[in-house]
């Protein structure tokens, strides 16, 4: 079994490989794991200290980039149908999880071992926990671009794993609003059931028909709905605007928005005046105070 913390696509995490021997594992014998698309950013060190359950059984592992293997020497005999448990630490020194994510028990995931009383060739690993992802495409678009308005919201995106049935995705707009409150749309949507959550700011789409990989998902919230961006606007590509999942085929934790544009807001705070006093048709200065 193979999982991933954190598990999300395109970052650094801790790789937990735990598997159960139905023969003994002399001492010296390689463990072998091939994980491909993973990759290590740290230069040219490629070892790695590990740890393990029962301890010291396995303490270091080496990378290899070209070959995109995990290879481990067991320190100790491990006898038949002792459950081992390997921690290759993550951070900026670990393995980098592929940017398209990883597929829920992906076949081209491998294990093997040399092992005298019972190599195994390599193999594929048995349970493999996905990681989902969005690959960058997650956009948003707004019409007229204006806070205190009514405003059309379009988001498009395409996810790198299947969506089935029942999966959800989610969107964290923080400080929009909805001038109704909740929204729930169960038609419109040719695969999605559409809520917006006011108190929450977030909009998940629940799917209703299954999606393969890197599909092209588009949704509209016209003007006539009346969402409204956050009276203090918002930044370009404003991290506060989250994508995030939960997808059996590979979950995506909260995550930016890859692109949103910029609106700008002066909130309340123009001020027009005149110094000194006049009257109509006489002259003075005209002072304009904003923030």
């Known amino acids: 079994r193979l999982s991933f913390d954190p598990p999300s696509a395109g970052q650094p995490a801790a790789l937990n490989f735990s598997f159960t021997p139905e023969m003994d594992m002399e001492a010296l014998s390689?463990?072998?794991?091939?994980?491909a698309g993973f990759q290590r950013r740290s230069g040219e060190v490629t070892a790695i200290a590990v740890t393990s359950e029962p301890p010291g059984k396995f303490v270091s592992a080496i990378w290899a980039e070209d070959t995109k293997?995990?290879?481990?020497?067991?320190?100790?005999?491990?006898?038949?149908?002792?459950k081992i448990l390997i921690q290759?630490?993550?951070?900026?020194?670990?393995?980098?999880?592929?940017?398209?994510?990883?597929?829920?028990?992906?076949?081209?995931?491998?294990?093997?071992?040399?092992?005298?009383?019972?190599?195994?060739?390599?193999?594929?690993?048995?349970?493999?926990?996905?990681?989902?992802?969005?690959?960058g495409t997650p956009a948003l678009q707004y019409a007229p671009p204006q806070v205190d308005k009514d405003t059309a919201v379009s988001i498009s995106f395409t996810a790198a794993m299947n969506?089935?049935?029942?999966?959800?995705?989610?969107?964290?707009?923080?400080?929009?609003?909805?001038?109704?409150?909740?929204?729930?749309?169960?038609?419109?949507?040719p695969q999605f059931d559409v809520r917006w959550a006011n108190a929450a700011q977030t909009l998940t789409l629940s799917a209703r028909a299954d999606l393969p990989p890197f599909a092209l998902v588009e949704l509209l919230l016209g003007s006539a709905l009346s969402f409204r961006l956050p009276r203090t606007g918002t930044k370009e590509?404003?991290?506060?605007?989250?994508?995030?999942?939960?997808?059996?085929?590979?979950?995506?934790?909260?995550?930016?928005?890859?692109?949103?544009?910029?609106?700008?807001?002066?909130?309340?705070?123009?001020?027009?005046?005149?110094?000194?006093?006049?009257?109509?048709?006489?002259?003075?200065?005209?002072?304009?105070?904003?923030?």
């Open 30 to 35: 390689v463990l072998q794991l091939t994980l």
């Open 69 to 82: 293997t995990l290879r481990l020497i067991l320190q100790s005999l491990v006898l038949a149908r002792t």
């Open 88 to 135: 290759v630490p993550g951070g900026p020194t670990g393995l980098f999880i592929p940017d398209k994510g990883v597929a829920t028990n992906l076949l081209t995931l491998l294990v093997e071992t040399n092992t005298e009383s019972g190599p195994v060739p390599a193999t594929s690993i048995a349970t493999t926990v996905g990681v989902g992802s969005f690959s």
């Open 163 to 189: 969506v089935r049935v029942q999966d959800t995705i989610s969107f964290y707009l923080a400080g929009f609003s909805r001038t109704g409150g909740d929204y729930h749309d169960a038609s419109s949507h």
């Open 237 to 291: 590509n404003d991290a506060r605007l989250q994508i995030f999942s939960v997808t059996r085929e590979g979950r995506v934790l909260p995550t930016a928005i890859s692109t949103s544009p910029p609106v700008g807001s002066f909130l309340d705070s123009v001020q027009l005046y005149y110094s000194p006093a006049c009257y109509a048709g006489t002259g003075g200065t005209i002072y304009v105070q904003f923030r």
